[in-house]
């Protein structure tokens, strides 16, 4: 592909990602739909404006290992900590029920098939790309609501941390095992020895950065050092260890989320994911869908996957936090403001779809769970919270209360 179609390519992405983000937004549904439906229209599969070529992938991969980087930098370890068990057995829950959901769920529309084999591995796949969970969209609410500090608030948040760091790590096992030369044994030892590799060289970075931080706080060269370390322990997680690069990314982030510049550090990032690699990979998420081989059976797919990862973390992690003493009213919470799915759900389908596990036109279905989840969950929550007096006082005029307001616009202002 010459250079001239390059900037062809990236303008029209660029331009269309942004209108449909901020159309999705407009229509209360993610920004990152918009411009996975962008990337749908703009591709071969309808108006052909833009066809996938191998720097489309490869920037689309810096943008996904940056999400990573960033979500890594913002999970907050102490709180993460202190929680404890309930957190923690609540996401092991929002887990462990999608994942047998989804694998249940492919079983029946394409058949079960015995362990081991390449359709086995695809059914567990479709129940890992359930497990992920966003968040986000339940934050904004409980902010709304005035119980975003709350002890359910709390809950939610920091279960949903847990179980998207368990969620990268069955990723990591299905792809591991999913390669034909790979034995369990294998794939199991090369996952301890990154863990035990990045908890020993973790240790070193993290003072190493935090002499640095202390020496340079604020500084640009701080954020550079970050944006290095972040393409290392990707390299070294896929070279040495066979284990998903993003994995190694979201450790990176892990690494540095205690440092006095974290924050800094994720707002350099988010203004080039923000302005240009984060637009790449949503929209080159549509460009890889595929509308030709869509049936009635894949919308029934579409339709039931929707509805099994809707229920299961509702499930999961609703009776797991009534198993802790949590009331009825407050367990149904939990589940419904876990069972949102973003960014995660949507790296984790894109991680299967370029080893083989995922078919283009299941996207639609991943598409589908997350605007339904972004839209169901809110007013589920609002109307189980009604009545309740909130925790924390909302403050109606911060900017993010705005119609039009974009948290990375305000990172993007003060670079």
């Known amino acids: 592909m010459d250079t001239i179609t390059l900037f062809k390519d990236l303008a029209i992405i660029i331009i269309a990602a942004k209108l449909f983000g901020l159309g999705a937004k407009k229509l209360k549904a993610p920004q990152v739909a918009g411009q996975i439906v962008a990337g749908l229209l703009i591709g071969p599969s309808v108006l052909g404006f833009v066809a996938e070529s191998d720097f489309i992938t490869g920037m689309a991969e810096i943008g996904v290992v940056l999400l990573m980087f960033s979500a890594g930098l913002e999970t907050n370890l102490k709180e993460l900590i202190k929680t404890g068990p309930v957190a923690l057995c609540i996401a092991c829950a929002g887990v462990f029920v999608p994942l047998l959901g ?216 609703g009776l797991t936090a009534k198993a802790f003493g949590f009331s009825t009213k407050d367990s149904l919470k939990v589940g419904v403001g876990m069972m949102t799915r973003g960014e995660v759900a949507l790296i984790v389908a894109q991680k299967g779809l370029a080893c083989g596990l995922f078919l283009p036109e299941q996207f639609t279905a991943v598409i589908l769970l997350i605007i339904c989840s972004s839209i169901v969950s809110p007013i589920i929550l609002k109307l189980l919270f009604r009545g309740d007096s909130g925790t924390d006082a909302h403050k109606p005029s911060e900017p993010e209360d705005h119609p039009d307001y974009d948290e990375t616009d305000e990172v993007y202002a003060e670079a």
Not at 104 to 119: D, Q, T, V
Not at 206 to 222: A, G, M, N, P, V
Not at 240 to 253: R, S
């Open 102 to 317: 989804g694998y249940a769920l492919y079983s029946c529309f394409y058949g079960w098939a015995p362990i081991g084999s390449e359709e086995f591995f695809k059914a567990v796949f479709v129940g890992t790309i359930m497990t992920a969970t966003s968040v986000s969209i339940t934050v904004q609410t409980l902010r709304e609501l005035g119980h975003l500090k709350g002890k359910v608030g709390t809950i939610i948040m920091i279960s949903a941390i847990i179980d998207d760091v368990i969620g990268i790590i069955v990723l990591t096992f299905v792809i591991g095992f999913k390669s034909a030369d790979a034995k369990p044994v294998d794939v199991i030892i090369k996952t301890l020895l990154f863990i035990v590799f990045s908890l020993c060289i973790g240790v070193l970075i993290y003072f190493l950065f935090k002499y640095l931080d202390k020496k340079f706080f604020h500084q640009r060269r701080i954020p550079i050092f970050g944006l290095a370390l972040c393409f290392i322990m990707a390299y070294c997680a896929d070279f040495f260890f066979g284990i998903a690069d993003i994995t190694g990314a979201y450790v990176a982030g892990i690494i540095l989320c205690n440092l006095r510049d974290a924050e800094y550090i994720a707002g350099k990032m988010d203004i080039s994911s923000y302005m240009l690699f984060g637009p790449v990979f949503f929209a080159s998420i549509g460009l890889k869908t595929s509308l030709d081989g869509f049936s009635i059976e894949l919308l029934w797919f579409g339709l039931a996957f929707v509805a099994v990862a809707l229920a299961t973390k509702i499930i999961g992690c």
